[in-house]
T-cell receptor, first 113, second 109 residues
Framework: NAGVTQTPKFQVLKTGQSMTLQCAQDMNHNSMYWYRQDPGMGLRLIYYSASEGTTDKGEVPNGYNVSRLNKREFSLRLESAAPSQTSVYFCASGTDLRSGELFFGEGSRLTVL | AQRVTQPEKLLSVFKGAPVELKCNYS??????LFWYVQYSRQRLQLLLRHISRESIKGFTADLNKGETSFHLKKPFAQEEDSAMYYCALMNTGFQKLVFGTGTRLLVSP
């Protein structure tokens, strides 16, 4: 089993460009999450999805949109990238929202010039 | 609002020395606390949770509600313990995991 798979692993964008980060999990988990990791700020929750068909804002949702395409997939879209969105993005999944054990992807390093 | 504080960005120790990574939290309810670890070129993964009261890789953490702390300890550090460590709190009201800013542990030979 692959666990949580994210693509792409690296991406460089110009300001104003759009892109989508893809995430898929094969553990039949209900909840899925997108975090960003910045030096000195730790992991901050962008959006999460309790189950297929539902999404909710986290701590830093501005500038992002998400789609829970099905139970397996949860994508993160940047409509108009800004340099402040330069970060490492992590997708994670858990059995449900009450689970504190999350399974993380390898991360996607995004640079916005 | 819930908050997790890890006061040290970097903790550097020698092999065999004791290690304590500090974590303090603020939360009005009954917290569930966790330690996550990210080794070099590996995924972030759960190390231990306070409910299970277990020892993983020689690490233990005790929840001290009076001091609102959940420090991670190991009596004798090993080089392979070098990693980034994150303390996290489960906000049972909103059912989301809130992470601290992380502490990088460097164990030198």
């Amino acid at each position: 089993n692959a666990g949580v798979t994210q693509t792409p692993k690296f991406q460089v964008l110009k300001t104003g460009q759009s892109m989508t980060l893809q995430c898929a999990q094969d553990m039949n988990h209900n909840s899925m999450y997108w975090y960003r990791q910045d030096p000195g700020m730790g992991l901050r929750l962008i959006y999460y999805s309790a189950s297929e068909g539902t999404t909710d804002k986290g701590e830093v949702p501005n500038g992002y949109n998400v789609s829970r395409l099905n139970k397996r997939e949860f994508s993160l879209r940047l409509e108009s990238a800004a340099p402040s969105q330069t970060s490492v993005y992590f997708c994670a999944s858990g059995t449900d929202l009450r689970s504190g054990e999350l399974f993380f992807g390898e991360g996607s390093r995004l640079t916005v010039l | 609002a819930q908050r997790v504080t890890q006061p040290e960005k970097l903790l550097s120790v020698f092999k065999g020395a004791p290690v304590e990574l500090k974590c303090n939290y603020s939360y009005s309810g009954s917290p569930e606390l966790f330690w996550y670890v990210q080794y070099s070129r590996q995924r972030l993964q759960l190390l231990l949770r306070h409910i299970s009261r277990e020892s993983i890789k020689g690490f233990t953490a005790d929840l001290n509600k009076g001091e609102t702390s959940f420090h991670l300890k190991k009596p004798f550090a090993q080089e392979e313990d070098s990693a980034m460590y994150y303390c996290a709190l489960m906000n049972t009201g909103f059912q989301k995991l809130v992470f601290g800013t992380g502490t990088r542990l460097l164990v030198s030979p």
